[in-house]
């Protein structure tokens, strides 16, 4: 199986830009998406097929990257944003990073 | 608006059996895959079973984790998909969420989530 490896445990605070990463450990094209689980909640699809804006989602929220290098954008950064996120690739048999959680400073 | 329903979770036994169902509305059902996704607690996402549409002959495909313990199925006239899971082993334990699996992969849209539990 591809695995994922997402960047660990980030702390931000509102007004900044940041960046979470996720490796793959072969390559995936551009079949890689990004996901938002706040506590309590359901994930949230934000970015499909690594750069493309899923429906409703804010501009501030961007995607980059091909082949197994991916990164995830957020700027600016607001209070609402603190979550969990996961990058999952569907290039083959399907799977997720470990998430990497976002904390305000 | 999506809406994805999910149901039938609890607490079984270790080696009894759970069928989950989702009812999904406000897209068209039959054009789209469908997955169960599931989350331990704490833990991270798991893809655990996949159904295709009947342009794609209602193609599966399953977790190794899962493999002739669990079976989905879909019936189409009713917008439902199912999750029949047997053998259930404590490892099982986890919110299951019924998705919806665009072109090419993403998880459009995910359910609320049904907690099963397995524990004597």
């Known amino acids: 199986d591809t695995v994922l490896t997402q960047s660990p445990a980030l702390a931000v605070s509102p007004g900044e830009r940041v960046t979470i990463s996720c490796r793959a450990s072969?390559?995936?094209?551009?079949?890689m998406h990004w996901y938002q689980q706040k506590p309590g909640q359901q994930p949230k699809l934000l970015i499909y097929k690594a750069s493309n804006l899923a429906s409703g989602v804010p501009a501030r929220f961007s995607g980059s990257g091909s082949g197994t290098d991916f990164t995830f954008t957020i700027d600016p950064v607001e209070a609402d944003d603190i979550a969990t996120y996961y990058c999952h690739q569907s290039w083959n048999s399907p799977t997720f990073g470990a998430g990497t959680k976002l904390e305000l400073k | 608006e999506v809406q994805l329903v999910e149901s039938g979770g609890g607490l079984v036994q270790p080696k009894g059996s759970l069928k989950l169902s989702c009812a999904a509305s406000g897209f068209d059902f039959n054009s789209y895959g469908m997955s169960w996704v599931r989350q331990a607690p704490g833990k991270g996402l798991d893809l655990v079973a996949d159904i295709s549409s009947k342009s794609y002959n209602y193609a599966t495909y399953y977790a190794d984790s899962v493999k002739d313990r669990f079976t989905i199925s879909r019936d189409d006239s009713q917008s439902m998909v199912y999750l029949q899971m047997d053998n259930l082993k404590t490892e099982d334990t986890a919110l299951y969420y019924c998705?919806?699996?665009?072109?090419?992969?993403?998880?459009?849209?995910w359910g609320q989530g049904v907690m099963v539990t397995v524990s004597s």
């Open positions: 072969e390559s995936v094209s551009t079949l």
């Open positions: 998705t919806v699996r665009g072109t090419m992969g993403p998880f459009d849209y």
